[in-house]
């Protein structure tokens, strides 16, 4: 429960800024398109109104487009002055205010997914979230088994974290990826990439951190079979061969 309100507080810290922010941005553009209305109303071109509530709302002061010569335009001036530039005083603040915010996320370790990450202990590695990832990941989370997706792919990985699964991004074929998901603590690892070459590389370097892991590898060629054997896995799957032979996936 305890962890379940640090997400939440760290969600509210990230999210009040962006509200504010976003509550901002539509007033500046309330502001903008009222002003450039009312100087149109007044006879001026679209684009001079525009341009002149531009520089007012930016406070730039390159002078006036036309002139302010009636007591209309200096009331629409000034109100515009007063609230597009405080519009954007505001504005300023609350993106201070978001980078502040993701920054103190990243410096306190508020991540949640990284978090829980780190207190896997007996958990499975998949690396890879295509075909045969998907359906494994599927079957793990149905047994109630804990596992987290190592996927260099962005689209991937927001696939994953929508389904509600525990995901890191990384190339996999690197150490530091594989150390980042607890290989050092995992009971399996599942590299199903479609790739031999990254696969052998991953089993080599996955049997390297943790001797005793258990290591499913998959092969596209049939010649890839002794080779991941031999790199430290205890089983190949071999799908494409499997399928051809008529044998189950």
């Known amino acids: 429960m305890a962890q379940?309100?640090?997400?939440?507080?760290?969600a509210s810290l990230?999210?009040?800024?962006?509200?504010?922010?976003?509550?901002?941005?539509?007033?500046?553009?309330?502001?903008?398109?009222?002003?450039?209305?009312?100087?149109v109303a007044a006879g001026w071109p679209i684009a001079d109104a525009a341009y002149m509530v531009?520089?007012?709302?930016f406070s730039v002061?390159?002078?006036?487009?036309?002139?302010?010569?009636?007591?209309?335009?200096?009331?629409?001036?000034?109100?515009?002055?007063?609230l597009g530039?405080?519009?954007?005083?505001?504005?300023?603040?609350?993106?201070v205010q978001m980078f502040a915010a993701i920054q103190?996320?990243?410096?306190?370790?508020?991540?949640?997914?990284?978090?829980?990450?780190?207190?896997?202990?007996?958990h499975v590695v998949i690396c890879g979230f295509g075909r045969i990832g998907v359906q494994l990941a599927k079957e793990l989370h149905a047994a109630g088994t804990p596992f987290v997706i190592l996927e260099r792919d962005g689209g991937k990985i927001a696939e994953a974290q929508t389904l509600g699964y525990l995901c890191h991004r990384g190339e996999a074929t690197e150490e530091s990826?594989?150390?980042?998901?607890?290989?050092?603590?995992?009971?399996?690892?599942?590299?199903?990439?479609?790739?031999?070459?990254?696969?052998?590389?991953?089993?080599?370097?996955?049997?390297?951190?943790?001797?005793?892991?258990?290591?499913?590898?998959?092969?596209e060629a049939p010649t890839t079979e002794s080779k991941l054997l031999h790199a430290g896995a205890d089983k190949v799957v071999l799908p494409t061969h499997s399928?051809?032979?008529?044998?189950?996936?």
């Not at 002061?61 to 007063?82: C, K, Q, S, W």
């Not at 599942?190 to 696969?199: G, M, R, S």
């Not at 399928?243 to 996936?249: E, T």
């Open 4 to 10: 379940d309100r640090t997400g939440s507080d760290a």
């Open 177 to 219: 990826a594989l150390r980042a998901v607890r290989i050092d603590r995992a009971k399996i690892l599942a590299t199903v990439l479609p790739d031999d070459a990254a696969n052998v590389f991953i089993t080599l370097s996955a049997r390297n951190i943790n001797p005793d892991l258990e290591i499913i590898a998959r092969g």
């Open 104 to 122: 103190l996320r990243r410096l306190l370790g508020l991540d949640r997914m990284q978090t829980l990450i780190e207190r896997l202990n007996g």
């Open 243 to 249: 399928a051809r032979s008529g044998s189950p996936r």
């Open 61 to 82: 002061g390159y002078g006036e487009v036309r002139p302010i010569a009636t007591p209309y335009l200096r009331v629409v001036t000034i109100a515009t002055m007063v």
């Open 54 to 57: 531009t520089l007012t709302i």
């Open 14 to 39: 990230f999210a009040s800024p962006a509200r504010l922010l976003v509550g901002t941005l539509i007033f500046v553009a309330i502001v903008f398109v009222a002003a450039v209305s009312a100087y």
């Open 85 to 95: 530039c405080t519009g954007m005083i505001v504005l300023t603040g609350a993106l």
